[in-house]
């Protein structure tokens, strides 16, 4: 999973930088939920360019 992470992460840092032109704006997410039967981590990454948006939810 970590893997998987640090690649997204590469990858959105690259098409970030704009080499190709407009941008590519990555996102990041993340959440904490406590309840009566334990602790709930999420989250989620995405990149926006124009009016696509991909994203991954965890």
């Known amino acids: 999973m970590a893997r998987v992470l640090i690649v997204l992460g590469v990858l959105g840092a690259l098409s970030a930088c704009g080499v190709d032109g407009e941008p590519v704006r990555p ?32």
């Open 27 to 58: 996102s990041l997410n993340a959440g904490l939920g406590i309840s009566g039967s334990g602790i709930h981590l999420g989250g989620a990454v995405g990149l926006s360019k124009g009016p696509v948006t991909v994203s991954v939810g965890l």
